[in-house]
């Protein structure tokens, strides 16, 4: 268990443990979907979203681990109307609930000061916390600098989301339930709760955090109790039929199972740090040679595959049919990475550009047998020694500008949130083996410079950016699927291969 209670004013509340499976009861499967609803962009229901009409939710109960505790915490804030706030957690928590997946984690790294992150911890920012940034505005603290502090250097964290739901960076599993439509005849129009308080200094800026200057500031509130606001309804965007409602959604919502264990209470597979020696070895010894590209094994390690899978099945393209089956998920040792120079190298140039990144599929030739018969020796991946071969010629020396084909948007690596489209660029000539194959990527987007049109000669974003990112086709673009290009060599790095059959 943590032993910090509290960072920056947020409370961090241990709802105690959860060592077995938590089973809720069938009853709660009726009431989930319509209990708890959400307004939300249809096309990204796991970036904005705005609550209901009801500014408080309905009680969570038996359908939650530890639900009557969960409950009571907002009942004995019920004249608390804003804060710095609260993330709950269950310690020791080893176990998602039945029907609940893993969908994001979180540990310390070899150095001080960093942290490995996966799933919906990578994913990025709202829309909304973009333009705080993009115009000074001071910033919430992010959720993974408060885990960074409250977590013990031993210890793990991950979220889990009922099976088919989102989780985000906030803690929080929605799911899209259907077009934002009237479900009955003079439904009123579709109201937001709206809360206006009173002039007052409930909001200040802190300049650094632990010796670190930040850029815009990070936002601290005081506590604004219902006598200092008066809480209020507003129609969301229109009327219905209006085309505002067009692009919005219903879904539901549910706090993430947030679990935090001892790595040495799961059997991890985590085999400690590296020596001063081998943080001195190069790319090539970190990742092509055989076995450096390894199967995850391991309870600590394994929650990243649920992760990657989930991923992986939810980017694909619905209108193709279901997504293919998954054979395997190979994944860099972290440890060997984080000891490697291109694992460095990429790291530093995070850090640089405030820390976030994000997970991407790649696309690519394959000429040899990875991940097939000839291609795997007890769980781990062999690669061919063919620098044709684009899964041996990544892997060996990572993503290199120098190296890639002009594409949309010019000479760039290119990388895509969608597993549909990368399959696309996935071609497999290798005989004997019906397996195709593509590459998962960490990259770095900083600050994105999102285009409608193409520019097949283009080397580099327009000053002031880091990267370009496709406008979709629906908004006026070029493409119906994400796309990502990066121009630098130390913005992404690969770091698992992905084989299907399809």
């Not at 194959?437 to 987007?445: E, I």
Request: aromatic share 10%; hydrophobic share 30%; net charge neutral.
């Amino acid at each position: 268990m943590p032993s910090a209670t509290e960072f920056f004013g947020i409370s961090a509340s241990n709802l105690g443990p959860l060592t077995k499976t938590f089973t809720a009861p069938p009853s709660c499967t009726a009431t989930t979907n319509t209990d708890h609803i959400l307004f939300v962009n249809a096309t990204s229901p796991y970036l904005n979203y705005l609550m209901s009409s009801s500014c408080r939710p309905k009680p969570f109960g038996d359908c939650y681990p530890s639900g009557s505790d969960y409950d009571s915490w907002g009942k004995q804030t019920s004249t608390l109307v804003f804060g710095q706030g609260v993330y709950h957690y269950f310690s020791p928590g080893l176990a998602c609930p039945d029907g609940w997946e893993t969908a994001a984690t979180l540990k310390h790294g070899s150095k001080s000061g960093e942290i490995d992150v996966s799933g919906a911890l990578t994913v990025s920012a709202t829309d909304i916390t973009s333009q705080l940034y993009a115009n000074g505005i001071a910033m919430p603290l992010h959720p993974t600098d408060f885990w960074r502090n409250v977590l013990d250097k031993s210890e793990t964290l991950a979220f889990c989301c009922p099976s088919g739901y989102v989780g985000d960076i906030n803690g929080f599993c929605r799911s899209t339930l259907g077009p934002l439509t009237p479900t009955m005849s003079n439904q009123p129009d579709p109201e937001v709760c709206q809360i206006w308080v009173r002039d007052g200094d409930y909001v200040f800026t802190v300049t650094s955090l632990d010796g670190v200057t930040e850029r815009n500031g990070l936002r601290s509130m005081v506590p604004i109790t219902a006598t200092d606001a008066t809480t209020t309804t507003r129609v969301l965007a229109g009327e219905w039929g209006e085309t505002q409602l067009d692009d919005l959604a219903y879904a539901t919502w549910v706090p993430a199972v947030t679990l935090i264990h001892q790595e040495t209470a799961t059997g991890s597979a985590d085999k400690g740090e590296k020596g001063d020696d081998d943080k001195e070895k190069d790319d090539k010894s970190a990742a092509s040679r055989v076995g450096g590209v390894v199967s995850v094994l391991g309870a600590t390690l394994g929650l990243l595959v649920g992760a990657v899978k989930d991923r992986f099945n939810r980017k694909w393209s619905r209108s193709d049919g279901p997504p293919p089956r998954i054979e395997n998920i190979f994944h860099v040792d972290e440890a060997e990475f984080r000891a490697s120079h291109r694992g460095q190298r990429w790291n530093s140039y995070r850090l640089r550009r405030h820390g976030s990144w994000s997970f991407g599929f790649h696309g690519t030739t394959r000429l040899c047998h990875v991940g097939c018969e000839l291609g795997e020796r007890n769980g781990r991946l062999l690669v061919c020694q063919n620098d044709a071969c684009g899964i041996y010629g990544i892997i060996n020396h990572s993503f290199k500008v120098s190296r890639s084909a002009r594409g949309l948007f010019g000479k760039g690596i290119y990388t895509t949130q969608s597993s549909y489209k990368a399959d696309m660029f996935s071609q497999t000539r290798a005989t004997g083996c019906g397996l195709k194959a593509m590459l998962l990527c960490k990259y770095v987007p900083g600050r994105v410079q999102r285009l409608r049109i193409g520019n097949p000669f283009r080397t580099r974003p327009c000053r002031g950016y880091d990267s370009v990112e496709a406008v979709l086709m629906k908004d006026g673009g070029m493409t119906n699927h994400h796309e990502a290009v990066v121009y630098r060599d130390d913005a992404i790095v690969p770091v698992g291969v992905i084989t299907y059959m399809k």
